[in-house]
């Protein structure tokens, strides 16, 4: 079970216990430097495994309900709807992370205007466009066909990164491929602060909100991690010397809103470099589906990733 686990969230599947300290000593630094106190920004992260006691399942459904309302700040709500707690419940693993932060250089709200948003080639949707001329990191990947776009918080501590593809192909979204190239290394590589030359840019930003509920169970098990969620398989005998102790629901709630002061976002659940071009342009024009990443700059963690595809 545990090298199951381990295998699915890429960690190493050594034994060695100096090097699963490493693990626990690098989250325990992560989260130090994310919640600093002097931060601008607003930031809570969260963990709990909730074990059955006594077969008491509604309070124990309010109980974690209530636990992520308050740690996302009331964002994220009955996180757990009824039908997933049953007789059969053993373990529940909750996490919930809220943050909030202004833009560095912010919008303004009067030069927020209407404007169309192609979900394809063939249809659109109305929008609420924003927009600001300043100077901000950009660059262009042309083994990925996208623009790249770094807007900093207030501090310069987190940034949000947005990955637009250059053109619509077809009916599609257009970021198939953006999709199939983009793995953490490039990510890594395509934005690193040395590679990002700072240019005068006329940004235009979506004001969007969403929010999304993922079964993370079938994920999981789709990516090796299968004992765990077997009642004659798992093995938790590490935690507890209960023999049919299995883990029952990975639940993960997100929710985001960006809008001209900067973002709210709530979470509740978890190669060669082609060489650059130098040519970098002066428009930035997300009127089609896009990537973002809210990242920690000193740590290069990415806290936040999702996907606009349509305006609700």
Excluded at 87 to 116: C, H, P
Aim: charged share 25%; proline share 3%.
């Amino acid at each position: 079970t545990l090298l199951q686990c381990k295998q699915t969230v890429q960690l190493s599947t050594s034994k060695c216990s100096h090097q699963e300290n490493d693990v626990h000593s690098g989250f325990t630094k992560l989260l130090s430097e994310l919640n600093k106190e002097d931060a601008l920004y607003a930031l809570s992260v969260a963990n709990r495994l909730y074990g059955e006691q006594s077969f008491q399942f509604v309070f124990c459904l309010v109980n974690i309900n209530s636990w992520v309302e308050k740690q996302t700040q009331g964002k994220i709500k009955d996180l757990l709807s009824p039908e997933v707690l049953d007789s059969m419940t053993r373990l529940v693993l909750v996490n919930a992370i809220y943050f909030k932060g202004n833009w560095n250089k912010q919008f303004k709200e009067d030069y927020t205007a209407d404007a169309e948003f192609r979900i394809n080639k063939n249809d659109t949707k109305p929008v609420k466009m924003m927009q600001q001329k300043s100077k901000f990191s950009l660059a262009t990947i042309p083994e990925a066909n996208c623009q790249i776009l770094e807007m900093p918080y207030e501090g310069e501590d987190l940034s949000m990164l947005i990955f637009l593809p250059n053109e619509i192909e077809g009916d599609t979204t257009g970021l198939e491929k953006l999709e199939k190239e983009l793995t953490y290394e490039k990510f890594v590589e395509w934005t690193r602060p040395d590679l990002m030359g700072q240019t005068e840019v006329e940004v235009r930003l979506p004001r969007f909100k969403m929010e999304e509920t993922y079964d993370l169970n079938k994920v999981l098990i789709g990516m090796g991690m299968v004992d765990a969620f077997s009642r004659e398989k798992s093995d938790f005998s590490g935690m507890s010397s209960a023999i049919d102790l299995f883990l029952s629901k990975v639940v993960h709630k997100a929710f985001i809103e960006v809008n001209e002061e900067g973002t709210e976002a709530a979470a509740a659940t978890a190669a060669a470099m082609s060489e650059r071009s130098l040519m970098i342009p002066a428009m930035f024009i997300a009127d089609h589906p896009f990537l973002f990443f809210i990242r920690h700059n000193t740590t290069m963690s990415v806290l936040f990733a999702g996907r606009f595809c349509s305006p609700v």
